[in-house]
């Protein structure tokens, strides 16, 4: 385990390749590709890291920067992440690093917002608006500082990100008095106008001569859920912020924070961390490269950014201690070589050295940034998963002990529940399958004494998968130790099975990640034979643990037919759940012999 855990986001660092960058209309969009093209770029400190080793490094600049380049073995271990969330911002991205899933992207306001947003500030605030338009925050202050100065109106602006920004010269406005004016607009930008952030923009100066100051102040919303802040502020752990992270959580889940001017500043307190004997987590910070160089299309500013960065990291890791983990990553990306100036939808590295990672390894492509959370619960808590259940062997002298003792009917009562797990312990049952909404109250009710199993997607499958890995990794965290998903049929029948395929690796290696088991429902009763035996490849190669033939909810359930079909296609690592139809033993010891290692019923006669 490790005591202490630096995660350092570079922000907007993305590396390419984003499979689904077309619709965010980012094809081709890659940040580091575009900083290798900076004839002076070094990075000897993240090429040892593993920079440079991450799959999928298609992109020329990168290939020729690379020829020129000497750079060092990787040291540790080394990735890259595919954004699961529907968005590519600051708050988003940081949320899934922390393990919140966010299925729609914050709203943005091209053209300005809207007319109704206007009136409620200038009615909250007692001021008129200027500007309303996406803008730079270093000319919006010049273009519109003399009228503000002389009518006291607030400039009013935004940009690409989902954000609505207010300055005010501090002589005009006093910096409490703007704060609590960022308060009244946060409380207004709610529902469908959530934006991810109200910034305080103060200034000072002279006409023609207007500077921002550092009083700049986020207002963000709250994460929607728990996230791995809270969690480890919950067991006791030190949660230090550096930079804007405190603004990004809106002050959640931290017990320590400093607020930085740019990277220089965030990596001297890093530096000043690093000396600090605390037990827990050190997130970081470091906005420039988004805010200075990647949204002004400032490849060689983004270039010399990240030399200084790498600099300081070669003098970061000598120094480590033997119970240390530097994590860097980022959370979108910003290329600065395309004519936009906004973020890009990009995957992200995932660097990774110390404690449990010094050694090279190759971590592949993962779906989901919220792997760092789990990677972060699991170094620095013994128990960051629900109760490890190691299941018994099922024994042929009793066939319940293949049974997962089955209630999911949806008027089920708690006490019902209750009586289930009673009867599911004293028949020797392999779990209780029951709804999501009981896991967590089951899980303390079987006190270890038999796993629970839950479902997600169910019964009909067609949720989007952020939904899906939400609810899985919700599940695991409440306490369900097997988790069974329904596949999406709407996908199979429009042929879509790379989707498929995507959706179940993100479910195996989130639920993975928790130290849980993934069964996957397929509804036979849906599908022809050819699409079976596709699935079964599907499922195998996803990594999941079992294969199940039904929900119990469609038109049929589990066949012998079916069970021999799927066994005879899975790989020898996937099991088969056979459900749906089952009230026999007979039946049940059928299923078995014809390659069954798992029923669903709710109980057998």
Not at 184 to 211: C, D, L
Not at 318 to 336: E, K, V, Y
């Amino acid at each position: 385990m490790a005591k202490r855990v630096f995660l350092v986001v570079l922000d907007s660092f993305g590396i390419g390749g984003a499979t689904d960058a077309t619709l965010f209309k980012d094809e081709g969009s890659n940040t580091l590709g575009a900083v290798c093209s900076d004839e002076s770029l070094n990075l000897p400190n993240l090429a040892k890291m593993g920079l440079f080793d991450i799959n999928g490094h298609e992109d020329q600049r990168i290939i020729d920067h690379l020829k020129k380049a000497s750079y060092q073995e990787p040291i540790g271990s080394y990735g890259r992440l595919t954004e699961l969330s529907m968005g590519k911002d600051t708050t988003i991205g940081h949320w899934e690093i922390a393990g919140v899933l966010s299925d729609k992207p914050m709203p943005t306001y091209p053209d300005g917002f809207p007319q109704e947003i206007l009136d409620k500030l200038k009615e909250a605030t007692g001021r008129e608006i200027l500007c309303n338009k996406p803008y730079s925050g270093t000319v919006v202050i010049n273009d519109y500082g003399d009228e503000h100065v002389k009518t006291g109106a607030l400039i009013v602006y935004t940009s690409a990100d989902s954000v609505l920004q207010i300055a005010a010269h501090e002589d005009v406005i006093p910096v409490p008095e703007l704060y609590s004016i960022c308060e009244k607009a946060r409380a207004i930008m709610t529902g469908e106008h959530a934006v991810g952030r109200i910034i305080a923009r103060p200034f000072i100066g002279t006409s023609g001569n207007y500077q921002r100051t550092s009083n700049r102040h986020d207002f963000s919303l709250t994460p929607p859920s728990s996230t791995m802040l809270d969690i480890l502020k919950e067991k006791g752990k030190d949660v230090i912020s550096v930079g804007k992270i405190v603004d990004i959580f809106a002050s959640r889940g931290l017990t320590e924070f400093t607020r930085t001017s740019g990277n220089t500043e965030g990596i001297k307190v890093m530096f000043d961390m690093q000396k600090k004997d605390f037990d827990g987590l050190c997130f970081i910070n470091l906005v420039d490269f988004d805010m200075l160089y990647g949204h002004r299309n400032d490849i060689k500013g983004y270039a010399n950014a990240l030399m200084e960065f790498d600099e300081a990291l070669g003098k970061f890791i000598p120094d480590m201690r033997s119970d240390d983990l530097l994590i860097i990553t980022a959370d979108h990306g910003c290329d600065p070589s395309t004519p936009s100036t906004d973020h890009s939808r990009e995957n992200v590295p995932v660097l990774i050295y110390g404690e449990g990672h010094n050694v090279p390894y190759n971590m592949g492509t993962k779906s989901g940034f919220n792997n760092i959370a789990t990677i972060v619960l699991n170094s620095l808590l013994e128990n960051s998963s629900s109760f490890k259940y190691v299941p018994k062997n099922p024994s042929s002298d009793n066939i319940m002990s293949y049974v997962d003792m089955t209630n999911l009917k949806t008027n089920a009562k708690l006490e019902d529940i209750y009586g289930l797990i009673d009867r599911a312990i004293e028949a020797d049952a392999a779990s209780v399958c029951i709804q999501p909404c009981y896991v967590k109250d089951a899980y303390k009710y079987a006190a270890g004494r038999l796993p629970i199993c839950t479902v997600i997607g169910f019964p009909n499958g067609y949720h989007t998968p952020a939904v899906k890995l939400y609810e899985a990794l919700e599940a695991c965290e409440n306490g369900a130790y097997e988790i069974d998903t329904v596949i999406n049929n709407c996908m199979v029948k429009d042929g879509r099975f790379d989707e498929i395929y995507a959706e179940l690796k993100a479910l195996s290696d989130g639920v993975h990640g928790k130290g849980c088991l993934l069964k996957v429902i397929i509804e036979t009763c849906l599908l022809n034979e050819e699409e079976k035996i596709k699935l079964c490849d599907i499922v195998t190669r996803s990594g999941a643990d079992y294969i199940k033939t039904s929900t119990g909810f469609g038109s049929a359930g589990a066949t012998l037919e079916d069970v021999k079909l799927m066994k005879e296609n899975v790989g020898p690592d996937v099991k088969v759940k056979a459900a749906g139809g089952i009230r026999t033993k007979d039946l049940a010891k059928e299923m078995i012999s014809n390659g069954a290692s798992r029923i669903g019923a709710s109980n057998l006669s």
